[in-house]
């Protein structure tokens, strides 16, 4: 079992940033992935950017070049980046984890096991 605890969000203005952060805790696979995805009011949960357990990261293609994933194993801690933030970055971003069983992580919803409960990024212009 792997909980997942996310904090970093808040309010900012439009061209700000944010840091977000997802403690994980319980056994987490030595072979694995972490992902952060978010979820805008009225839309479906989308991928924002993952990383495996060696680092390798992949992010959506909309997203590259201003969100920046990263982990500290030995914090037990993910995190998210997010830079030259807009409105269009208003949603509740969600870490999630899974065993890796293929080259790349998997980037639906639908094949993460464990999730965090959410931290609201709202973004003012």
């Known amino acids: 079992q792997v909980q997942l605890v996310e904090s970093g969000g808040g309010s900012v203005q439009a061209g700000g940033s944010l840091r977000l952060s997802c403690v994980y805790s319980g056994y987490i696979y030595s072979r694995h992935c972490m992902a952060w995805f978010r979820q805008a009011p009225g839309k479906e949960r989308g991928v924002v950017a993952t990383?495996?357990?060696?680092?390798?990261?992949a992010y959506a293609d909309s997203l590259k070049g201003r969100f920046t994933i990263s982990k500290d194993s030995a914090k037990n801690t993910l995190y998210l980046q997010m830079n030259s933030l807009t409105p269009e970055d208003t949603a509740i971003y969600y870490c999630?984890?899974?065993?890796?069983?293929?080259?790349?992580?998997?980037?639906?919803?639908?094949?993460?096991?464990?999730w965090g409960q959410g931290t609201q990024v709202t973004v003012s212009s």
């Open positions: 999630a984890a899974r065993p890796r069983y293929s080259t790349d992580c998997a980037l639906a919803v639908s094949n993460y096991d464990y």
């Open positions: 990383v495996n357990e060696a680092g390798s990261t």
